[in-house]
């Protein structure tokens, strides 16, 4: 069974933390997305990544970097948390720019 | 760039009823729309997608219609299941996938 496996389940951080999400991918995607989740404003996109070393931004960069060192691996980085980057984060990987993705099961982080 | 809307954003029916949830999206270049379903705890999974050559598609219980002309499309499920409750959501694809907000569907028993 094909997997998108984030490290995390929940997390509870302090502001001004430097915060890592991980995600690993076993079925060869090229590409890897990461998304947050909030109530009411569904998926917005962060960064993604079509290739290793490759990155690019979504629509609120702001405050996250990315790191894709491995075809199976992308990190999402917090450089500083701040209690409104509370939410539920998800990673998706896909095959081609043409198809649909496969979700991790979220990572649900906690800013106080 | 693109921007998917999704109506309604909480849906109850009686288990054995119909459901259906529409979504609108406005770059006419967009060629692929997938649904997921979100399950409490979970993360969302495909149930079902349509690419912009086809009008509709079927999988058992769950259909997915397009009308590229007036660029909407809806997913319908037929004899609803208390176990069909979940979040579901719309996409659209062009160079990277829009979202909509999310229908929350209760199916009573």
């Known amino acids: 069974d094909v997997k998108v496996t984030q490290s995390s389940r929940y997390l509870v951080k302090r502001t001004g933390e430097k915060v890592f999400l991980e995600c690993v991918q076993d079925?060869?995607?090229?590409?890897m997305f990461w998304y947050r989740q909030d109530p009411g404003l569904g998926l917005r996109l962060i960064y993604f990544s079509y290739d290793v070393k490759m990155k690019e931004k979504g629509d609120i960069p702001e405050g996250y970097s990315v790191s894709r060192e491995k075809k199976e691996r992308f990190s999402l980085i917090l450089e500083s948390a701040s209690t409104n980057q509370t939410s539920m984060y998800l990673c998706a990987s896909s095959m081609t720019g043409r198809n649909g993705y496969t979700f991790g099961s979220g990572t649900r982080l906690t800013v106080v | 760039g693109e921007n998917v809307e999704q109506h309604p954003s909480t849906l109850s029916v009686q288990e054995g009823d119909s459901a259906v949830i529409k979504c609108t999206y406005s770059?006419?270049?967009?060629?692929?729309f997938p649904w997921y379903k979100q399950e409490l705890g979970k993360g969302p999974q495909l149930i079902i997608d349509i690419r912009s050559n086809v009008g509709e598609k079927k999988d058992q219980r769950i259909a997915v219609t397009l009308n590229k002309t007036a660029k909407h499309f809806s997913l319908h499920i037929t004899e609803t299941q208390p176990e069909d409750s979940a979040v579901y959501f719309c996409a659209a694809l062009i160079n990277d996938m829009r979202f909509g907000a999310g229908t929350r569907l209760t199916v009573k028993p």
């Open positions: 079925m060869d995607h090229e590409n």
């Open positions: 770059d006419s270049a967009s060629n692929y």
